[in-house]
């Protein structure tokens, strides 16, 4: 089976095996990783001109989303050839990739800079946008601290007991839902405007987590209500923002989370970024070391667990072009590939560049 790492698509996958192949979103495309008995190994790159933010595996069908007017597109032949598949799609710059079953179809999302979503009903030859989700009153306020300072929709989440009901994550702007499919949308108050991602327990949907810019917050009520259950000081770092769950017991967790946000990387070129797990639904959190460095120069950003039936298997990238695995939930790591490009949310890898003779 192939699996995919990328930062703007899905994170989790269940199989009947380990997977041995792994397809990174770069700054410079996707890079394969295959693995065989003397572990993994680079076995190419396509799209080298293309920075892949989001890679969604459907069928047989890979669909690539790539930043900087990088567009959408689609292979169906696992890699060899690809070909655009933006029609309809007003923005090029795209950040976020879903797949949901909806009414007995498929319907594919995907979420740009500026911050807007689409809509595909046929498997991506065509595009629609849903225009309701700039109609919330928070809009004129998005923003995000870079150039060209314009907010994104960074992560896309369905309610996997009712695909009506959908999040956008909005990179600066807050979280937006919608309980009629993306027709109409609605600010989700109780929570800091720096939403990163969404992800919610599929054995008790009212169970609900959001990272973001001053930590994670929970909600036991379906999002009526949120917690502040990590802030800046917390010991997993204040920045977290990729967040997975084992698919069979949700109350296994993992997160990715530099120390500090991206403001203070370009003075220091040090994200401390960690991974954590907690084994109770995220109230409480343990530092994974063995083999995974702490305080990791670079940032980690994208992040993918893989139900195999055994076991689980975690796999992270960083903006160094690193990529760590665990085949055992977590419990050690082992560096499977490094010297990749960046693994990296637009120019997230780019304070993160340590001068020449640079250490920490």
């Not at 689609?74 to 050839?81: P, R």
């Not at 309701?132 to 996997?160: C, N, Q, Y």
């Amino acid at each position: 089976m192939t699996i995919a790492l990328s930062h703007g698509g899905p994170t989790i996958y269940t199989s009947n095996g380990k997977s041995d192949e792994l397809l990174v979103g770069t700054a410079k495309g996707i890079t394969t990783l295959r693995r065989d008995g003397d572990g993994w190994k680079v076995a190419g790159t396509v799209l080298p001109q293309q920075h892949v933010s989001a890679i969604l595996l459907h069928g047989g069908d890979i669909y690539a989303g790539a930043y900087g007017d990088g567009s959408l597109r689609v292979s169906h032949d696992g890699g060899s050839t690809w070909s655009l598949a933006d029609n309809g799609l007003s923005e090029k710059n795209v950040f976020s990739l879903e797949a949901v079953e909806h009414n007995g179809d498929t319907r594919l999302y995907a979420g740009t800079e500026p911050a807007k979503l689409f809509v595909s009903d046929d498997l991506g030859a065509s595009w629609t946008e849903r225009p309701s989700l700039r109609e919330v009153p928070t809009v004129e306020s998005w923003s995000f601290p870079g150039p060209p300072h314009v907010a994104h929709a960074k992560h896309i989440t369905a309610d996997p007991a009712n695909p009506n009901v959908m999040y956008v994550s909005i990179e600066v702007g807050g979280l937006l839902r919608s309980d009629d499919g993306g027709e109409t949308w609605r600010d989700v108050p109780g929570m800091y405007e720096d939403v990163h991602r969404l992800v919610i327990n599929p054995s008790a949907p009212e169970r609900r987590y959001v990272t973001g810019g001053n930590g994670l917050y929970a909600s036991q009520d379906g999002g009526d209500s949120w917690e502040h259950w990590t802030d800046t000081a917390h010991e997993i770092g204040g920045y977290p923002d990729q967040l997975c769950f084992h698919p069979r017991n949700p109350d296994v967790m993992f997160i990715a989370s530099a120390k500090d946000g991206p403001g203070t990387w370009m003075r220091s070129h040090f994200a401390g970024a960690r991974v954590s797990r907690s084994t109770d639904g995220g109230r409480h959190w343990e530092v994974m070391r063995n083999g995974l460095p702490d305080r990791m120069q670079g940032n980690i950003e994208a992040m993918a667990l893989e139900d195999w039936g055994g076991g689980i298997s975690v796999f992270a990238g960083t903006t160094s072009g690193e990529i760590f695995a665990s085949d055992d939930g977590g419990d050690s790591w082992q560096l499977i590939a490094t010297d990749l490009a960046p693994v990296s949310k637009g120019g997230h890898y780019i304070p993160l560049m340590q001068p020449a003779g640079a250490a920490h």
